[in-house]
């Protein structure tokens, strides 16, 4: 009964499991069912060892009650302690659930003698502060609920505990790990030429783009570009047209968590937000869909750009763009490099701790990685290797 799944127990009590409800209303109130249990298990060890003594006695004189001791004690231990409570242990539903009626019916029957013996076990452990009453079962917490979703194997398939854990990770980012960064975003000067403008809202893959003039730092507003479906076939429109139909710009701290965030974009009716750090100044850009991509992978958004950047090796090694996030990385080819950089060429500058230069090589968390490109101070392309057990002399760890 204790080596019962608590949370297995209520999901079969719920969907109407005769026996697993009984058995959880047994639970509620262990010390009822523990005295029930060990009352029982006392009488019929108490009784056995007398009739045992008395049969000994009468046959074998002193010499048969000792031999009866030593006897009836290897039998109690084995056959009614280790074995049965071992068999118990690995197949608790088995043994639990039919064992519940007659424990159901024997708790009815000795309720006056447990209610006594519970009581006085009650008042002993109530000046040491231990209230019996009131205790109920812990629940779970994220990293209990997170250990369990990983040892659940087979029982819940790899695509929905990654998915699962995503969840459980959001608590974890914040929204300056998933943004696009400030000189990625893609965005309308109102101060440039107007053909370069029309060109450019022509050929933009996005549905909004940011809007300023001079500096990313003054946006004027969000163009939603399905409002211009008709005006940019005409002659008509310009920049004084063009800018009343702006949206107002959503602006959000770079630290604030992707679980808070998410809940943010829902509550605000928002799906793109301006990122700023703590000076005001835009860092980059972040929709509901980058933070949705950290639960459900790469399926909502496509992906060519970081594939292309990824070249398996025939050794199992991979050579990576170094502008890649590593939580991109991390995703696409199942590693688990730290993120303690945004990308992989910061990864690496931070565990050197220097300017990196071609044909350097070091380890990082067990993976080997080796610098193949360098363009300035930054590195552009660099090989990373299958993880290692141990510690490798051909690569130092910084």
Known sequence: MMALNRYRLRHLAEAGHTNARRAQSLLRR?????????????????????????LASEHFGNVGVAVSTVTLTLIILIFGEVMPKTVAAVYPEQLAFPASLPLKILLKIMHPLVWVLNGITHLILKPLGIIVSSHKIDSLSADELRSVLTESGDKITRRYRSMLLGVLDLEKATVADVMVPRHKII???????????????????????????ESLDNVLGILHLRKLSLLLESAELNVDKLEPLLDSAYFIPESTSLQRQLLNFQKNAEDLALVVDEYGDIQGLATAADILEEIVGDFLTDQPTAKRDIAKQNDGSYIVHASIPIRDI???????????????????????EDIPTRKTSLLIDGYPIEIIDVQGNAVTRARISPRIEHRSLAYPEH
Do not use: F, M
């Open 30 to 54: 262990p010390d009822r069912l523990l005295g029930c249990i060990l009352i029982g298990n006392t009488i019929a060890t108490i009784v056995a060892s007398s009739i045992t003594t008395i």
């Open 187 to 213: 965005a309308l000067d109102l101060n440039e030429d107007w053909k370069n403008i029309l060109q450019q809202l022509r050929k933009s893959p996005y549905s909004r783009l940011p809007v300023y003039r």
């Open 330 to 352: 991390n995703r696409l080819l199942h590693l688990e490099l730290p993120i303690s950089a945004k990308t992989l060429g910061g990864l690496i500058t931070e565990h050197l």
